[in-house]
C-alpha cells in the first residue's frame, strides 16, 4: 500500500507505480520492501523509511536498475515515475535514471517506528494520552484489518 493511501489520500497513477514498484522489488530480491510483525508496522515503514537499496539485497541487480525501482518506491508521489508509460521508458532505458537516488538512500536515517522513536518518548504526555493513544491503535489496527479486503471500485489490470 503507497504511503499516501495509508494516510487516507486518494490514489492516482503514482500510486499504482508504487505498487509495481513494491512488487518488482519482491520479484527481483525474494522478499518484500518492507516487513513486520503486524500489517499497522509495515504501514509505519511504508510512511517512514525508505526500502533497502535493492542491489545490496541482490548483487547481480544493476546499479541503474535499483535506482528505476527506488524511484517507484519513492515515499513522496511527486518524486515517482507520474506514470506507467514513464516507468517503461525507464525499465526500457536505464542508462536514462538518475542514480543520485541511491546515494539519497545511503544518507537516509535508518528510520523506525514513531511510538518507538526518541521523539515520542521525549514527550511529557498525561496518563490520559497513553490511554487514548493506546484505544486509538487498537481501534485503528481493528479498522485497517477489516477495511484492508475491500475493493474501494478500483480496476484490476
Not at 500489517?39 to 545490496?56: E, F, G, S
Not at 490511554?131 to 489490470?157: D, P
Request: a neutral charge.
Amino acid at each position: 500500500m503507497a504511503p499516501e493511501q495509508i494516510e487516507g489520500q486518494r490514489g492516482d497513477q503514482r500510486t499504482d507505480v508504487y505498487a509495481l514498484g513494491t512488487i518488482l522489488y519482491e520479484m527481483l530480491s525474494g522478499k518484500t520492501p518492507f516487513t513486520g510483525d503486524t500489517n499497522m508496522a509495515v504501514m509505519a515503514q511504508h510512511l517512514q523509511k525508505d526500502a533497502p537499496r535493492l542491489d545490496r539485497i541482490n548483487t547481480a541487480i544493476s546499479l541503474e536498475l535499483a535506482a528505476v525501482v527506488s524511484h517507484c518506491l519513492a515515499r513522496d508521489p511527486n518524486k515517482r515515475y507520474p506514470d506507467m508509460l514513464e516507468f517503461i521508458n525507464g525499465l526500457d532505458h536505464p542508462e536514462t535514471v538518475d542514480l543520485g537516488i541511491l546515494d539519497k538512500l545511503d544518507l537516509a536515517s535508518p528510520g523506525g517506528s514513531f511510538w518507538q522513536s526518541q521523539a515520542f518518548r521525549g514527550l511529557q504526555l498525561p496518563w490520559r494520552f497513553w490511554q487514548f493513544s493506546q484505544s486509538w491503535r487498537c481501534s485503528y489496527r481493528l479498522c485497517i484489518s477489516k477495511c484492508s479486503s475491500i475493493n474501494f471500485g478500483r480496476t484490476a489490470f
